[in-house]
Nanobody, 114 residues
Framework: QVQLVESGGGLVQPGGSLRLSCATS????????MGWYRQAPGKQRDLVAT???????NYADSVKGRFTISRDNAKNTLYLQMNDIKPADTGVFYC????????WGQGTQVTVSS
């Protein structure tokens, strides 16, 4: 059963913008903290940003000031607005619960290239 479906990735030039979406099941979305993760080629999956039900946001230093995490509770959807994208942002982006991970989705590929 697919519980996490990421979308919105693609090829983007440095300095460009993308908005990623993560459609979830209601049971997953009711978790206290949701997060976005990135896996660069040959690297482990790293935390990019988190958002609690209370609205507390946390970001990795590498994306702070450029990315914004948000959620639409009515749609059970998590978003990641990516601005001023840099080549180092390249990778597959995943969403998931922060504490009790559900099965990972397929992710959405973000490729930053000029």
């Amino acid at each position: 059963q697919v519980q996490l479906v990421e979308s919105g990735g693609g090829l983007v030039q440095p300095g460009g913008s993308l908005r990623l979406s993560c459609a979830t099941s209601g049971s997953i979305f009711r978790s206290n903290v949701m997060g976005w993760y990135r896996q660069a080629p040959g690297k482990q999956r790293d935390l990019v940003a988190t958002l609690s039900r209370g609205g507390s946001e946390n970001y990795a230093d590498s994306v702070k000031g450029r990315f914004t995490i948000s959620r639409d509770n009515a749609k059970n959807t998590l978003y990641l607005q990516m601005n001023d994208i840099k080549p180092a942002d390249t990778g597959v982006f995943y969403c998931n619960e922060w504490q009790h991970k559900a099965s990972w989705g397929q992710g959405t590929q973000v490729t930053v290239s000029s």
